[in-house]
Nanobody, 124 residues
Framework: QLQASGGGLVQAGGSLRLSCSAPGRTRSPWTVAWFRKIPGMDREFVAAMHRSAGRISYADSVKGRFAYSRDAARNTVYLQMNSLRPEDTAVYYC???????????????????WGQGTLVTVSS
């Protein structure tokens, strides 16, 4: 089971670190990704590390501000969010797949396993 945590209320410019507990899913062949659902918009890709390449991909909107990391020993994936903006306000989800190909990394349809979301609210 995936479980995301760490959300909360933060002022613009602040930081939060989200955690995703993903027992058995932090090593190859698993890919764990972060998505977010902004109110009134479709769920969108945020970040992921592809299972084979180890390459980390980020949405353009978060590049340079968010950092993806994982601790396989703790079965946990993290999303460090810095320089937060009001437009980052969303419910953040982690998702996992054992078979996603690199070209589908950013597609929510490629992930079969989802955790419950954690709400991040950034005030201006």
């Amino acid at each position: 089971q995936l479980q995301a945590s760490g959300g909360g209320l933060v002022q613009a410019g602040g930081s939060l670190r989200l955690s995703c507990s993903a027992p058995g899913r932090t090593r190859s062949p698993w890919t764990v990704a972060w998505f977010r659902k902004i109110p009134g918009m479709d769920r969108e890709f945020v970040a992921a590390m592809h299972r084979s390449a180890g390459r980390i991909s980020y949405a353009d909107s978060v590049k340079g501000r968010f950092a993806y990391s994982r601790d396989a020993a703790r079965n946990t994936v993290y999303l460090q969010m810095n320089s937060l903006r009001p437009e980052d306000t969303a419910v953040y989800y982690c998702a996992a797949s054992s078979s996603v190909i690199s070209s589908a990394l950013t597609s929510e349809n490629a992930y079969a396993y989802w955790g419950q979301g954690t709400l991040v609210t950034v005030s201006s």
